[in-house]
């Protein structure tokens, strides 16, 4: 009984096991890559691009473009109550007791 022969077994075992993480962390690098990084250069370069396009045809100002709120809504005046809605109760004044 050698001395090699007493560590054939282990020697085995873990060179199996080393082969088995080094696909294992093959495998999740390929899905990082695949999964993340691509889809995120995708996305970044067809944004550039639709900014691109933005900054060199600007929208025309025709109906497609929403014209600046001033807060105010024409059709409806403070006063008078919103079609549709009804009394339900009586309303109680809330005071705040300091």
Not at 14 to 19: C, H, I, T
Not at 27 to 39: D, K, M, N, S, T
């Amino acid at each position: 009984m050698g001395f090699n022969r007493l560590f054939d077994d282990p020697v085995l075992i873990l060179l199996s096991m080393s082969v088995f993480v080094d696909i294992l962390l093959v495998y999740l690098l390929y899905r990082f890559i695949a999964g993340f990084l691509v889809p995120l250069f995708r996305t970044t370069n067809t944004m550039r691009q639709q900014f691109r396009n933005m900054n060199a045809n600007p929208p025309t100002g025709g109906p497609a473009t929403n014209p600046p709120n001033s807060g105010a809504q024409p059709n409806h005046e403070p006063g008078s109550p919103k079609p549709g809605a009804e009394k339900v109760g009586e309303y109680i004044d809330f005071e705040e007791i300091k």
